[in-house]
Antibody, heavy 120, light 108 residues
Framework: EVQLVQSGAEVKKPGESLKISCKGS????????IGWVRQMPGKGLEWMGI????????RYSPSFQGQVTISADKSISTAYLQWSSLKASDTAMYYC?????????????WGQGTLVTVSS | SSELTQDPAVSVALGQTVRITCQGD??????ASWYQQKPGQAPVLVIY???NRPSGIPDRFSGSSSGNTASLTITGAQAEDEADYYC???????????FGGGTKLTVL
């Protein structure tokens, strides 16, 4: 059974750094892209970026390029989303999802989400 | 602004058929995927490709595409179908993705 399990909720102050995680199991972690999706409170889904754990090829949406860093450690089947200096506007639910990156380019399995709250 | 455009809200009477649409130039070249999201839950894939349903998705959900418009059709809408629906595809570059703004479906 394919599963993506994300790290728990975080409460941070503006300016702090943060790294959240997404652990894949039940499939070959290095053979599928992993993507990150933001959902701000009461808003829609936003495509942030993807990483291919097999070779760490990473692609960012222009809206998120330079704002976050996506990485992966294939030895422990885990992808990460990282901020160096959080802002209040980073408050959101963040989902990881497995991307079928070939013909269909679809997110077929999703994590449960990690709620990030940034407040002074 | 999103490269994929959806109507913000659609309603349907219980048991009737509803179509939710998604427009964008990239849909002329790439298929759309559709996701259902209920309050407090992660999105769930319901349709991908030409008209493919993942295991466990009822056959009342179907997809189609014409020109720059992709459509999700629910034939015989049920109360449990009330949710937000998002389309998703590659963006104009082809190397990244994009979501539509989402459609809130109300089942009356």
């Amino acid at each position: 059974e394919v599963q993506l399990v994300q790290s728990g909720a975080e409460v941070k102050k503006p300016g702090e750094s943060l790294k959240i995680s997404c652990k894949g199991s039940g499939y070959s972690f290095t053979s599928y892209w992993i993507g990150w999706v933001r959902q701000m409170p009461g808003k829609g889904l936003e495509w942030m970026g993807i990483i291919y754990p097999g070779d760490s090829d990473t692609r960012y949406s222009p809206s998120f390029q330079g704002q976050v860093t996506i990485s992966a450690d294939k030895s422990i089947s885990t992808a990460y989303l990282q901020w160096s200096s959080l802002k209040a506007s980073d408050t959101a639910m963040y989902y990881c999802a497995r991307l079928e990156g070939g013909y269909y380019y679809t997110f077929d399995y999703w994590g449960q989400g990690t709620l990030v709250t940034v407040s002074s | 602004s999103s490269e994929l455009t959806q109507d913000p809200a659609v309603s349907v009477a219980l048991g009737q058929t509803v179509r939710i649409t998604c427009q964008g130039d990239s849909l002329r070249s790439y298929y759309a995927s559709w996701y259902q999201q209920k309050p407090g839950q992660a999105p769930v894939l319901v349709i991908y490709g030409k008209n493919n349903r993942p295991s466990g998705i009822p056959d009342r959900f179907s997809g189609s595409s014409s020109g720059n418009t992709a459509s999700l059709t629910i034939t015989g809408a049920q109360a449990e179908d009330e949710a937000d629906y998002y389309c998703n595809s590659r963006d104009s570059s082809g190397n990244r993705g994009v979501f539509g703004g989402g459609t809130k479906l109300t089942v009356l």
